[in-house]
């Protein structure tokens, strides 16, 4: 994602004296139910930020938390994570939403296309670090640091301010999804995220650690890597590759980590059918690549551009639909990290 909005310690407090842990918890005091969304297909930065938040607001207000998932986790590390914490989420069609409820979503923000939360929804608070404009007014508590590399750096310091003890399976989560976020090369950290990642490293459990990261990858994986070499040709710096049938999106995903290593390319692609789905993936390995925002302008041209993607020289993956053959319509087309 990019750095490229500053973010002085100055801002941290307001002329109030209050820090934004403070503000986001003083806004919760009405609800009776705190309930957690993130973007679609969530990330490890996602679940550590909803699972860290959840344990804030649970230990300095003492009150219910739910934890969403909205889609599904595919990615083999992502369902390591969740099965090794056991981590309890609850799909996003089955929440019993109540007026009582404040809604809190990480990691993404309102109608960028990244969630399926109804465009009405009313979020008490949105908690992110990727630069994708959403439509933010209304929302009471926004908290947006395009500086850091990831949410869960952002929430760290809440309970790092907040003072709040954090439980090893919640350093193990909030470490690991700073982790995912940044170590890609180039390395899309800041001071925060480092400063984060020290204090939680000796409160994680390292060998959970190891085992989501190396997590067992599923017979398919393979299938879509060898198609996958097979097809893939190199144009200038860049190299394409296609899969025909994708077993999960995150496969695409997958080979561009891999593609993208070929020593003799910048930017790696990969497109694949999921279900009934185009999806794309790309990686760049050059400074200020923007590979995202690039991503996000060519699936912007077919339909509704759906996706963040503030990790320039990261992940992103297109979806669209392929249109009916008899018609002129434009595809829908999504893109995220
Ligand atoms: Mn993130």
Request: charged residues 25%; negative net charge.
């Amino acid at each position: 994602m990019a750095r490229r909005s500053a973010d002085p310690e100055s801002c941290t407090r307001s002329s109030a004296g209050l820090r934004r842990s403070d503000r986001f918890l003083i806004g919760l005091h009405e609800a009776e139910r705190v309930v957690l969304v993130s973007h679609i297909n969530p990330d490890p930065d996602s679940l550590g930020s909803m699972l860290g938040l959840s344990h804030l607001v649970e230990a300095r207000l003492g009150k219910p938390t739910l934890i969403t998932r909205d889609g599904l986790v595919t990615r083999a590390e992502n369902r390591a994570m969740v099965d090794v914490l056991n981590l309890d989420l609850l799909p996003i069609e089955e929440v019993d939403w109540r007026s009582t409820d404040a809604i809190v979503m990480v990691d993404s923000q309102p109608n960028t296309g990244r969630h399926s939360l109804a465009e009405t929804t009313d979020l008490h608070a949105v908690i992110d670090h990727h630069d994708t404009p959403g439509e933010l007014d209304g929302v009471p508590f926004v908290d947006i640091r395009s500086n850091l590399g990831a949410t869960c750096s952002l929430v760290t310091k809440y309970m790092m301010e907040q003072n709040v003890a954090i439980p090893e399976k919640v350093a193990t989560a909030l470490l690991y999804g700073i982790e995912t976020e940044v170590t890609g090369y180039p390395r899309e950290a800041g001071p925060a995220d480092d400063e984060a990642l020290l204090y939680l490293y000796p409160l994680a459990d390292k060998d959970m650690i190891a085992q989501i990261r190396n997590a067992r990858l599923p017979q398919s994986h393979f299938e879509s890597m060898l198609q996958a070499l097979q097809s893939s040709f190199i144009y200038d710096r860049l190299i394409i590759s296609w899969v025909d049938s994708l077993a999960q999106p995150d496969h695409a995903a997958e080979i561009v980590d891999l593609m993208i290593r070929f020593e003799k390319v910048d930017w790696a692609v990969c497109g694949g059918i999921f279900e009934d789905k185009l999806i794309l993936s790309v990686r760049a390995s050059i400074e200020d690549a923007r590979a995202g925002e690039l991503l996000r302008q060519v699936v912007g041209k077919l339909g509704r551009a759906v996706g963040t993607i503030a990790e320039p020289a990261a992940a992103s993956a297109c979806r669209a639909p392929r249109p009916p053959p008899s018609t002129n319509s434009s595809p829908n087309c999504a893109a995220d990290s």
